[in-house]
């Protein structure tokens, strides 16, 4: 198989071409909840201490970037401006607007939106617990309550024994490798057999004297090597390009990926045993591949698809291999976590390995 | 005219008889409608996720928290389910659920007395969207309950002490005088609350057209040249079938002209590439029901765009030294113009910078002339000035590519 360059092509060169694609692109499919983001916020000279207060509030979540022109605040993607006279107004108890302008709608406008919603609000919180104390609030005022201890407090720590959750390439490398293992060996781990097949290869191997068990067990041999090559090349590359760290379970992962790369090339025997031409193996294996990593989750966070569907990815071998990856390189945890993963994934490939060896189409 | 359509009918044949992978062509824009229409509706995507809740304290207050996630949007996304801690503490372990929510004892009462109480959220690292979004909304209910305790605490805490010893409820005169006083502040709120003083006027300016139909509606018609790029690189194998038979060679001899060979060859890859138009359309019309508003000048485009793909692939096709050089080197054309070009993500969802490489991609250019058909924003000259720059491009492959025909035959 690695005569074909095609598997040089499919091994080596696309997996790296789509991790960088996927990965930059599939980053923006959530809100960066870790990295400050920056807003750009217009402020008048005589906006007062309220527009500072605004502004401090605003720097909790943000990195502010105060300006003083429109020019300026047009370069920025986020962009708030507080009005003229802003603490006067205020203070004379009228009615203000605050607008808040963003390029670029999504998920990531929603959590802008939560964020400045809970700037502003807490400004009128501000301003409405310093006028039970009687009197007009004043700077110190505000800042009397900003000290105040909160009683009720929110601690949020990572399930698992991993702290720092994966972002970015973190995520997407191993979504990406899973899924072109399975695509190299559906397509070209099952179209050489098709080949070999239509060339009449097979038929004379029939005739020679190695048994059926073993031609099969060799030839699955054959593309488990070929997986086990691209998966390694895959988390070298994933390491030194992308930064991915695997997580404190090294040889869980590698054992792991090994037996779903097993499972990958007895499934893509079957697919090139019982399909009969290259077009229709390369066709139904694309497909298959598709269907299995759309639903494994590996094209996207699985969180982002209905329940039904994050209920059915352990129906996948993608699905079953994605979780283990979770529980080692997300969670952090040990071999131990992973054990029905391994147990289900070495039966399915026994048993798509054995139907292989009992139905081996020679012709 | 007769040898075209000869050379085009002996091509549909040998098409039609594998059928399995005319299906699998076919079954591309299918197999994406159905998927997408299936995981995100017709809609915008909704993260969805567990939340569970190990609530020890079991009051008024720490029922008023959990039920937060059970209303409105939040209660789209997350189903709320009650744990015991340990229990609570094993699933999120095992990334069962989004977050875990530990209500500890005595929270309700901590609230109404101002003293101090945690709460513990537990999230799952493997998610990124769900758990930030229970952390920001609880840290939002806590800052609510702070100035809550500063405007009414004193109040709160009398209704914790709850009425006298030995009594049943609360003293007329208590509640009297807890209601003036709640009147009275609300006397003094109102001027700050009534209506808001400070209000936040939130606009999104879109920096890409945003594509009616939500997300399956996105990616339908880059799946739509997913396809057509896959038909045309399995058809240009073709030529290097033809060879190797032998064809080519007496095509040559016959004084046939090569041209009229290709042109029947371009013709059959048409017409392939103008069923997969009508399947992709059916389903974006009525799987997907996104608007297809101008069907016919669709179906031509993307017959015509995909013929034109046909003949660029062919050269590279007919550039290799053999049927497996031609195959990588295809593929490797092929795979970044899909990426690039709209075919794997909606320009929409990429950054700004490769979006806008991605249209000046031949296959990215023609997916957003296709999407112009299908919204109907396209005018009638850029159609025009489409068509015909189409036209000239594959005039101009075709004329290279039939030169390059003719020494690959012999």
Known sequence: ?363 | MRFVLASARKDLRRIGRDRIALLSWLGIPVFIGVLMTALFGRGSVTPQGRLLVADEDASLVSSLVSNAFTQGQLGQMFQVEKVKQEDGRRRIGRGDASALLIIPKGFGQAFLKSEPARLQLLTNPSQQILPAIVAETLSILLEGAFYLQLVVGDELKLIAQGPPVGAGSFPDKTIADLSVRLNRLGEKLGAYLDPPLLELETSVVEEKPGIRGGFAAAFLPGALFMAVLFVAQGMVFDFWKERSHGTLRRLVVTGSRVEAFLAGKAMAAGMVLAMVAVVGLACARWLVQMPVSQPLVAVVWMTLSGTTLFLLLAIVALAASTERAASMLTSFVVLPLMMLGGSLFPFEAMPEGLARIGRLTPNGWALAQFRAHLDGSAESASVAAAFAGALLVATVTFAACSRRLRRFAV
């Open chain 1, 1 to 363: 198989m690695f005569r074909a360059r095609e598997a040089w092509l499919w091994t080596f060169i696309m997996p790296v071409i789509f991790f960088y694609f996927i990965g930059t692109i599939t980053g923006g499919f959530a809100p960066s909840t870790t990295a400050r983001e920056s807003i750009g916020v217009l402020t008048p000279p005589d906006a007062g201490f309220l527009g500072d207060h605004l502004v401090a509030r605003l720097g909790r979540h943000y990195d502010v970037v105060r300006v003083t022109d429109a020019a300026e605040l047009a370069r920025h993607r986020r962009r708030l401006v507080i009005p003229a006279g802003f603490t006067a107004q205020v203070l004379a108890a009228k009615p203000v607007k605050i607008a808040f302008t963003r390029t670029g709608g999504g998920l990531g406008a929603e959590y802008d939106q939560i964020r400045l919603q809970r700037a502003v609000y807490s400004v009128l919180a501000d301003l409405v617990a310093t006028a039970t104390e009687g009197g007009a609030p004043t700077a110190q005022d505000l800042a009397a309550i900003d000290r105040k201890p909160r009683a009720l407090t929110l601690e949020v720590t990572a399930a698992g024994r991993r702290q720092r959750i994966p972002t970015g390439f973190e995520q997407a490398v191993p979504g990406t490798m899973v899924m072109f293992t399975l695509l190299v060996l559906f397509t070209s781990g099952a179209v050489t057999l098709a080949i070999e097949r239509n060339q009449g290869i097979l038929r004379r191997m029939a005739s020679s004297a190695i048994s059926r068990g073993s031609m099969v067990l060799g030839k699955w041999m054959g593309r488990l090597a070929l997986g086990l090559v691209q998966i390694a090349f895959a988390m070298i590359t994933g390491s030194l390009l992308f930064g991915v760290h695997w997580g404190p379970s090294l040889p869980a992962v590698l054992v792991v990926l090994t037996v779903y790369a097993a499972l990958a090339a007895a499934l893509g025997m079957l697919l090139g045993n019982f399909l009969a031409t290259e077009k229709q193996v390369i066709g139904i294996g694309v497909l298959a591949t598709n269907a299995m990593a759309a639903l494994g989750g590996c094209w996207w966070p699985i969180e982002i698809t209905p329940r039904w569907v994050q209920g059915m990815a352990l129906l996948f071998p993608t699905g079953w291999a994605m979780d283990a990856m979770h529980k080692l390189v997300s969670f952090g945890l040990g071999p131990a976590a992973v054990a029905p993963h391994l147990a289900v994934m070495t039966a399915a490939a026994l048993v798509a390995g054995w139907l292989v060896a009992r139905w081996f189409r020679f012709q």
